[in-house]
């Protein structure tokens, strides 16, 4: 079984190959009830790293899950590096992963100054070298091995365990979110939020602060360009 949560389509494209080459069964954290594990079943774990760490809703799920003596392993995606976010999905489980792997796709986090989307070159050189080694982390998944290929660039136990509850305090919030008068109210941010966060009252798309998760696929998802993180996503790209 492959759990996956995907805010962008980054991880979902990961984790609908290993999906193939493991020809295993594939679940959207954001769909399912927790799960029924079969005896000995290995558990595949695929998510973006948000903040060098696990998105919301990825650690909620996961605090329902008693994943026992089985064979558990993650690929975690990031734009550049990764920091311990291993060590915090080990502690959301109770228990120490067999194999790990971060794998970098593009860049989406677009809500602070300096920040934006990769160029087209770069999004595609980084998703086709991570397509490519994609054969290669199921062969050690699919033997059982135990292995960690992580990047966790530079200053990352200052990024996990002191940046990390900063930036989810006070920016993993849905409080500046907004849209201009380019909306046509087309719905898809509302439809398409993991959190069901958001709904269109009176004419207008409204975040409900309740539970945001940080993903930005309302951001991403907007045909028209409407959705604002505040100030600071003025004028920066969208994944495409």
């Known amino acids: ?20 080459l493991l020809d295993e069964r594939l ?22 790293v948000y903040a060098w760490g696990l998105p919301r809703l990825v650690k909620s799920f996961l605090k329902n899950i008693n994943v026992g003596e089985r064979y558990v392993w993650c690929v975690m995606t990031c734009g550049d590096d990764m920091g ?14 067999d194999a790990a792997f971060s794998v970098q796709m593009p860049n989406t986090y677009v809500c ?24 290669g982390i199921a062969e050690v998944i699919g033997n059982r091995s135990v292995c960690r290929e992580l990047t966790r660039g530079g200053m990352a136990w200052c990024k996990t365990y ?5 930036f989810n305090a006070f920016l993993v919030t849905d409080k500046y979110f907004k849209t201009s008068d380019a909306c046509s109210q087309c719905g898809l941010c509302a ?11 009176d004419g207008r798309v409204v975040w409900k602060h309740q539970d945001c998760t940080g993903c930005l696929r309302c951001y991403h998802k907007c045909p028209k360009r409407a959705v604002d993180w505040g100030k600071y996503t003025r004028g920066k790209g969208q994944k495409r």
Do not use: W
Request: hydrophobic share 45%; with cysteine.
């Open 1 to 20: 079984m492959i759990l996956f949560f995907s805010g962008t389509g980054n991880s979902l494209q990961v984790a609908e190959r290993l999906a193939s």
């Open 84 to 97: 311990y976010a291993d060590k915090v999905l080990q502690k959301a489980l109770s228990r120490k992963l």
């Open 112 to 135: 602070l100054p300096g920040f934006d989307v990769d160029s087209d070159e770069l999004a595609a050189s980084k998703r086709q070298k991570t397509m490519d080694r994609l054969a």
């Open 191 to 201: 439809k398409s939020c993991p959190m069901h966060d958001i709904v269109l009252q």
């Open 27 to 48: 679940l959207n954290m954001e769909c399912v009830g927790i799960p029924q594990l079969k005896d000995d079943e290995p558990l595949g774990i695929v998510f973006p």
């Open 162 to 166: 002191l940046l990390r509850p900063l």
